[in-house]
Every structure is written in C-alpha cells, then in structure tokens.
C-alpha cells in the first residue's frame, strides 16, 4: 500500500511513478552535465532510430552528474514550511547525497517527517538504526521505528521486521 501524499491520492503505481520521475530527473541532470548526451537524448526522443541509441544517449557517471551541491530552493522552502512529504524528500536527498557528513542531516528531517506522520520516514528511521546510518546502530530503535511504519500503513515495513526477527 501507498503512503497517501498530502493532497490524498494512493495508488499501487505511486511508487513506481515516483521512481520513473526520479529516473528522468537523472537523465535531466546528467544530459545538462554533457551537452554532447543531451544532443543524443533530443534526437532519441523526436524519433531516433533505436531504443539502443537511448542507451547511448545516456551520459556515463562523473562527478558532475552527481546530486546537486544544495537541494532545491522549492524543496527547502516546503520542508521548513512543515510539508510533510518535503520533510521525507528532504531527507532522502540529504541521505543520497554522496557528500561526508549528511546522514545526520538526513535522520533529522525524517524524524521531523515522521513526527508529521510520514510512514515512509518512519520506515527509513528503521533502515537508519539498523545499519547505523547517521545515528548510532540500534535494533530496539530500528524495530520500533518499523513498527510504527507498518502502523501508519507502510507494509513494506513488516519485511524489515521479520528481518530483525524477535
């Protein structure tokens, strides 16, 4: 089951519609790193030849196409206004971010996303205190926090759950 956003919509395709949008928003970024990529990709998309040619059109991994240095002004304007689901963006950016330092940052905003009712955070606390990520590993923590997911209707959670076991 979906977490419901802030507006109310559900659905089974939520999750993978977010993932296709994060998928394309790569594709952006990395083809603005390249222009030569990006070439590529506008000729792939008004018609080229082959499904190959996107595959080509793809610019490889480099630094430059890496997460941004700072996250969106939207973003960090939505989350310090208390948005719920920009709360739990927040932190997963800060949680991607490949940059020393910004796990921290990233518990921070999924507990206050979490505090704002956001199952997801709550499941990605889980994930923090089981591996120690950002925090000091702690099962009891992890497993409460997953608890809380699958509370608040994330019943992915429950795997996580039989993981940790008893």
Known sequence: MSEPDQRGSTGPGKGWFAVLIGAIATIIVGAMANPDGAWKLWTFIRGGPSPTALVAALPSPTP?????ATPSVDLLRDANAGNRDAMRDLGHWY????SDGHYEKAVQWYQKAAGAGSAVAMNNLGGCYEEGTGVRKDRNLARQW??????AG???A???LARLGP
């Open 64 to 68: 430059s196409s890496t997460p941004t």
């Open 95 to 98: 949680y991607y971010d490949r």
């Open 146 to 151: 997953y608890h809380a997911a699958v509370a």
């Open 154 to 156: 994330y019943t992915h």
């Open 158 to 160: 429950q795997e996580a």
